[in-house]
Nanobody, 128 residues
Framework: QVQLVESGGGLVQAGGSLRLSCAAS????????LGWFRQAPGLEREFVAA????????YYADSVKGRFTISRDNAKNTVYLQMNSLKPEDTAVYYC?????????????????????WGQGTQVTVSS
């Protein structure tokens, strides 16, 4: 199992940047596919970005492509989400998620139901 704790959220003006971090417990961090999701009030949780176990494959929602970057540091058991050129519509609670990846598979997952482990979320608010 893995426990996830997000940090780095806050209030930022449109056009600004934030970097979210998600620290994971456990010794097998490098065996987990990781993802970032977000949920705005009244809306369903939606996919933002994902990264494979090795970090060699990343995938982004169209709404954030070119502005957000997901990365991982397996030595620090941490996954990051660098968010640039933020827009008011990026306002949401951001969650990191983890799912154990089978041996020999280095793909990504983009659906909420595919992830078993979730952090508590961190609020990101972008003012116009």
């Amino acid at each position: 199992q893995v426990q996830l704790v997000e940090s780095g959220g806050g209030l930022v003006q449109a056009g600004g940047s934030l970097r979210l971090s998600c620290a994971a417990s456990g010794r097998t961090f490098r065996s987990y596919v990781l993802g970032w999701f977000r949920q705005a009030p009244g809306l369903e949780r939606e996919f933002v970005a994902a990264i494979s176990k090795s970090g060699g494959t990343t995938y982004y929602a169209d709404s954030v492509k070119g502005r957000f970057t997901i990365s991982r540091d397996n030595a620090k058991n941490t996954v990051y989400l660098q968010m640039n050129s933020l827009k008011p519509e990026d306002t949401a609670v951001y969650y990191c998620a983890a799912e154990y990846g089978k041996f020999g598979w280095d793909g990504i997952l983009s659906m909420t139901k595919e992830y078993d482990y979730w952090g508590q979320g961190t609020q990101v608010t972008v003012s116009s």
